[in-house]
DNA sequence: TGAGTTTGTTCAATGTCGGCACAAACTGAG
DNA sequence: CTCAGTTTGTGCCGACATTGAACAAACTCA
């Protein structure tokens, strides 16, 4: 007990230890790299800021870790000397991503640039315990990270529902039968850990992560406000991708948006004791039941939705249908540009191919309904990226690594 | 020409110049002291996360600024050597601050910490001219500057109006019979500099402004995800603060919330084409009509519809009145709920005088409206600010002080 | 082939911050 | 009143990321 031999070590000790430290533009250059917004050593030592000495440094660290590659030369046909160009290490670690929805699961591997490097067939579920059709997908994808002999660096989830934060909640599974509130996040993180992989687990709803994907690799690229709504089978997601970070407001419950009036004078009802509901009057069952049609059971209503669009729209009770959803999804659009002013607005599922269908009407219908300035004119983009959900939950799954590779890869 | 004579001075400079950069805790040390959260030099070494030497030099160097003072000793009563309290230093620079509103307009001086430190009486608009009544209050505020004698750090303007951004018109000051578009930021830049300040000036939607000051002084501080809906004299605002910093949108038209339709049945109608939105079913206007009163001439539309809550309250009509509107209102908070998910819902003007009324009401509309988990139950407070935007438009006056304290005022 | 241009590399200098030791200022018990 | 215990302020040194500058390398174009 003596205090020259045993110093206090809880003398003035700072929150960020040494090892998680690493050099300070790590983070920031394998983002920029990841994204594809720095092609070259000349253009990231530019976004970043600093000299070419520090970029140099920064991006032999960053190979060094076995994150990217460096290229030498490489003609440019600009002048002066090329510059090395950075690509993604195609041997690199992967995480693993996995997403359900309420026609199956699958599960994939994912590098760096949201590149999916192996996939499962898409799985049908046999088993509404939630504990099950996650535990299968992990292990899918675990033996996908057998087969591919390389690192893991983290796993990711996506859901078809609200994700209650912090606890990891899902809150309303309604179209896959699993109990309201099941705690998908903890099921995930275990599963995870009992296939032997020590990483970090993720858990997030769908649409968010398919948005966060569009805006890293496909057509959010360069927004600053992204919008994106989609709809699936059934129910329409919101999701809102602020400068770059997913936004999900204080417990993880922003932009549930399918309960937005888009019908005032009456519409159907909705489960939420409204009516004319964005969910129930935009979803690919409104569009099949507004054109006279009883859906099958043989395919998925997204399907059947899809197929009769793309090819009965000629029909004139199709093209009025798709013409009353069109307008009814630009009155939902119209009041969230009115509240979120963003700079761009995604649509994925049944709404891209509302938007494909007829992009001028849908725009002509958000553009009277904002109120002023160029708010109303904000582009509306399809989304681009297949897989979109589960890129983006290999995107959450690499964000650790994104923020702090030294620190995240050196456990 | 000679190479060795005239090195290029474009070779690899970065960005960031020596002279901008300053201390790198400086900012936010100097934030943490504005808003209170560093009462002591103790507490600012563990909110800034660094060792007690750094924050001994950065609490110096912000009382060499004049910024700040550090004031030894005070007997605390707890254990231990008591630790240094910092305040904001009392003769230290102030910035200037002016208000427009639909019944008048006015000038403040206003120092760290939200501090106002003179204020004109509220004077009445004589000229429906912007540059006329923009020019009288910088005016009144350059006189109140030469009276302090104190140096000012920057200016900010609070208007009733949604303020387009990047160029800074006013977009609606329908209440203020301004022309649509007026370029209020360039008159404001303008009547600054030629007051003979040569600083940085800013300009604003009075709601928003009103926000950011409840979020640093008042009943918004430790909200990560804040908003706040207000009724002044005519028509709805809102705001989102998130992460400390106003959202303002792509356009800085976001929060536009008085157009959400909260009366499904019809309802009054609207300029904007609409029938039931929340700029006419819950402004003071709509209290006095739903109340079966005319509104007079003698006192503002506020003043009237306050009066009656307050006197009249136990009158069967006027209490109708108030919950009809609470309803409305409500309505269009758990709309906000489901889109933003906000962890604090704070109300100003009538919006407060009707939550104070009848509180349990507006919770219970607001829960019961909103979807899932918590979101519903989100705490619903009265804004707490005197002169809550005049406050505002200091804040973002200081905004530059406060990101880059040596930058700023070195210049 | 050489001038011009752009980029990569090396290296010393710089400035920030962490870690440590010690002094200072208070409380509370005997 | 004194002394142990606790918490905070200060001075000093070292680690280290980053800058700045000089120089080499790689390409285009005349």
Redesign the interface.
Known sequence: MNGKEAPRAAG?V???TRLERGRGALGPALELVHTGRAPTRAVL??EL?????TAGAVAAELEALGLIHVEPGSAAGAQGRPSHRLVVADDGPVVLAAQVHSDGYRAALVGLGGRIVATTPGCEIVDADPAQVIGSVVEAGAALLRDSGRRCAGAGLAVPS?V?EPEGNA??PLHLAWPIGAPVREIFEQRVSGAGLDVPAFTGNDVNLAALAEHRHGAGRGS??LLCVATGHRGVG?ALV?DGRL???????????G???VN?EGGRACH?GSRGCLDVETDPLALLTAAGRTPGPEESLLAQARGLLSTEYADRLVRGAAEELIDRLGLGLA??V??????RIILGGLHRELLTADPERLRAVVADRS?????GS?PILACTLDHNSLVGAAEVAWQPVLDDPLGALST
Do not use: F, K, M, Y
């Not at 800021?49 to 000495?53: F, M, P």
């Not at 009115?338 to 700079?343: A, K």
């Not at 109120?371 to 708010?375: D, T, V, Y």
């Open positions: 003035q700072s929150t960020r030592t530019s800021g600093v000299t070419r000495a609200a209650a809150l309303n600053r406000d919101g602020l936004h999900t407001g204080s417990s993880g419950l922003a932009l549930e948006v309960h937005l009036t005032p939420c009041g969230l009115n509240i979120l002013n963003p700079d109120l002023w300035g160029r708010s904000v």
